[in-house]
C-alpha cells in the first residue's frame, strides 16, 4: 500500500509537469503568433512613418487650397457679364467677346457687383482667422490627427453643398458669404494641427525638406484648384461641378488620414521599433507633458513678432496672386474659362518646384554648417519677398502681351517658393513644444490680409483697368519690403528660452523646496 501511494504522487507529478509543459508550448506559441500577426501590418510600410505623415499633410493642404481657391475661378462664371463702363481706358487689351465672355447657362448667373465679389472671396478668411488659436491649443492638447481630419471635414461638406445653398437663395451673396465664412472656420486649424504633428515626428536636420513637403501643398493645391476648375467649368458648363468634385475629394482623404496617421510615433500601431528609436534620438525640445503656454513670453518675444510680419507680407502677396490673379487674367488680358484655369496656375506649378528644391538646399546648408539656422532662414525669406515684389510690378508694366506677363507671374512665384524653407517652418526653431500655437498666432495674424485684399483689390479695380491693377500691385511690392526689412532686423532661428518646459518645471520645483526648508 504504502509502494502504490508513492506511485500515485508519482504519476500525478509527471502528469502536472507534463500539463505545465503543454501550457508553456502553448503560450510561447500564441506569443509567437501575436508578434508575428503584430509585425505584419508593420512590413506592410516600406516608407517610414514620418515619410507617411509628410504625404498625408502634403495631400491635406492640397485638399484644403483646391476647396479654397475654386471659387476664385468659378466666380468669373458665375457672375454677369458686364455691361461695359463709360470709363475710357487708353491701356486696354483687345480681345473677342467669344474668349471672355462666360460658358455657364445664363439662368444660373448672378449680378454680384465687384466690390461684393471681394466680399465673397474675402469671407472664407473672416471664419479662417476665428480657429486658429483655438486649433492650435486643441491640437497641442489632444494631438494634431483630430484637429487636422475634423476641419478639413467641416471644408469639404460645406464646399460640397455651396451649389445647392446659391440655388436655394436665387443666388443672394449673403448666403454665399455665410457658407464661406464656415468653410474657413473648418480650415482654420490646417496649419497650427501640421504644425504640432511637426514638431513631434520630424527632426531638425529633416524639418526644412519636409516640412516644405507639407507646406507646399499650398502650391500644387492652387495649380490643380485653378486648372482643373477651368477645365471642369469648360468641360461641364456648370461652375457648380467644381464644388462636388472637389468637396468629394477632401471628404475621401479625411477617411484615408484617420486610418494612416496618429498623433506621435509613441501611439502609431505601425511605426517599426528602429524608427521609433530613431525619432527618440533626433527630436530633441520637444515633450509629451502638457503644459499652458506662457503667454506673456510668447507676445513679447521680438522673434516671433519678426515672424508675423514675414508672414503678413507674403500672404498680403500671395492672397493677391490666389484669390485675384484669375480675375486680372480675364478682365485685363482678355482669357477664356479654360485659358485662365491653365495659365493662372502655371506660376504656382514652378513655385511648387522651387520650393522642393530650396528645402534640400536649405537643409543642406544648415547641415554642414555654411549657414547657421537664423541665416538661412533670413536668406531665404528675404528671397522669397523680394523676388516676387519686383516681378509683379514687370508683369504688370507687361501691358497687353500674354506670355511675357504670364512669365513675369511665373518668375514672381517661383521666387516665392523659398518661403517654406525660410520664415515658414521657423515656428518650429523658435518653440517646438508651443508649435501648435505659434502657428496659430502667425498664420492667423497673417490671414487677415485675406480679409483685407479682396475687398481692397475689388474696391480699387471697379473698372477692371490696366492701371487700377497696377496700384494694386505697388501697394502689395510695398508690403513686402517693410516686412521683409522687419524680418531681416529681429527674425531668428534659435529656440527660444521659454520653450524649455522641463528646465522650467526644475526651476518651480526647486523654488517650491527652497521655501519649504
Not at 61 to 85: C, D, F, K, Q
Not at 345 to 352: C, E, G, K, L, R
Not at 361 to 387: E, H, P, W
Not at 439 to 452: E, L, Q, R, S
Amino acid at each position: 500500500m504504502f509502494i502504490y501511494n508513492i506511485y500515485k504522487i508519482v504519476r500525478q507529478n509527471r502528469l502536472k509537469r507534463d500539463l505545465a509543459k503543454r501550457l508553456t508550448s502553448s503560450v510561447n506559441e500564441t506569443t509567437y503568433l501575436l508578434e508575428k500577426n503584430d509585425n505584419y501590418p508593420r512590413k506592410l510600410f516600406v516608407i517610414p512613418q514620418r515619410y507617411v505623415l509628410g504625404i498625408m499633410g502634403f495631400l491635406a493642404i492640397v485638399n484644403a487650397y483646391t476647396m479654397r481657391v475654386t471659387l476664385s475661378v468659378a466666380i468669373t462664371e458665375m457672375v454677369e457679364p458686364s455691361n461695359g463702363t463709360t470709363h475710357h481706358d487708353p491701356n486696354a487689351c483687345s480681345g473677342s467677346l467669344s474668349n471672355s465672355s462666360t460658358v455657364t447657362n445664363p439662368d444660373k448667373l448672378y449680378p454680384w457687383t465687384s466690390t461684393q465679389q471681394g466680399l465673397i472671396l474675402s469671407s472664407f478668411y473672416w471664419g479662417y482667422v476665428v480657429t486658429h488659436i483655438p486649433g492650435g491649443m486643441i491640437a497641442e492638447r489632444f494631438g494634431g490627427k483630430y484637429s487636422l481630419g475634423l476641419g478639413i471635414l467641416c471644408t469639404a461638406i460645406f464646399t460640397f453643398v455651396t451649389p445647392w445653398v446659391i440655388y436655394a437663395t436665387d443666388g443672394h451673396w449673403g448666403w454665399v458669404v455665410v457658407v464661406r465664412v464656415i468653410e474657413g472656420l473648418g480650415e482654420g486649424t490646417t496649419f497650427p494641427a501640421l504644425n504640432v504633428l511637426l514638431a513631434k515626428w520630424v527632426p531638425l536636420h529633416e524639418r526644412s525638406k519636409i516640412g516644405t513637403l507639407v507646406f507646399a501643398g499650398s502650391q500644387i493645391g492652387t495649380v490643380l484648384g485653378n486648372a482643373l476648375s477651368g477645365a471642369l467649368i469648360s468641360a461641364t458648363r456648370d461652375w457648380a461641378s467644381v464644388f462636388y468634385v472637389f468637396g468629394a475629394l477632401a471628404i475621401l482623404w479625411v477617411f484615408i488620414w484617420m486610418v494612416l496617421c496618429y498623433p506621435d510615433p509613441e501611439t502609431h500601431p505601425f511605426i517599426t521599433d528602429k524608427e521609433k528609436e530613431y525619432l527618440r534620438k533626433h527630436i530633441v525640445n520637444v515633450t509629451r507633458k502638457k503644459r499652458a503656454a506662457p503667454w506673456g513670453a510668447i507676445f513679447t518675444s521680438l522673434p516671433l513678432w519678426a515672424l508675423i510680419a514675414a508672414q503678413i507680407g507674403h500672404d498680403w502677396g500671395f492672397f493677391t496672386m490666389v484669390t485675384d490673379l484669375p480675375k486680372y487674367m480675364k478682365d485685363v488680358l482678355k482669357f477664356n474659362v479654360a485659358e485662365n484655369g491653365v495659365w493662372s496656375s502655371v506660376p504656382y506649378i514652378f513655385m511648387w518646384l522651387v520650393s522642393m528644391g530650396s528645402g534640400w538646399v536649405c537643409d543642406y546648408l544648415i547641415k554642414r554648417q555654411y549657414m547657421s539656422v537664423t541665416l538661412a532662414r533670413k536668406v531665404f525669406t528675404s528671397i522669397a519677398s523680394m523676388g516676387p515684389a519686383i516681378f509683379i510690378i514687370a508683369a504688370s508694366y507687361s501691358g497687353c502681351d500674354r506670355d511675357l506677363a504670364v512669365g513675369m507671374f511665373t518668375v514672381a512665384m517661383s521666387f516665392m517658393g523659398t518661403f517654406y524653407c525660410g520664415m515658414k517652418v521657423n515656428a518650429l526653431d523658435l518653440a517646438p513644444n508651443f508649435a501648435g500655437t505659434l502657428m496659430a498666432i502667425v498664420n492667423g495674424i497673417g490671414a487677415i490680409t485675406g480679409i483685407i485684399v479682396p475687398y481692397l483689390v475689388g474696391a480699387l479695380t471697379e473698372d477692371h483697368t490696366l492701371l487700377e491693377w497696377r496700384t494694386v500691385f505697388w501697394i502689395a511690392f510695398g508690403v513686402f519690403a517693410l516686412t521683409n526689412l522687419i524680418y531681416v532686423c529681429l527674425g531668428s532661428g534659435e529656440v527660444q528660452p521659454w520653450n524649455q518646459v522641463e528646465d522650467c518645471d526644475q526651476n518651480e520645483m526647486e523654488i517650491k523646496k527652497n521655501g519649504k526648508s
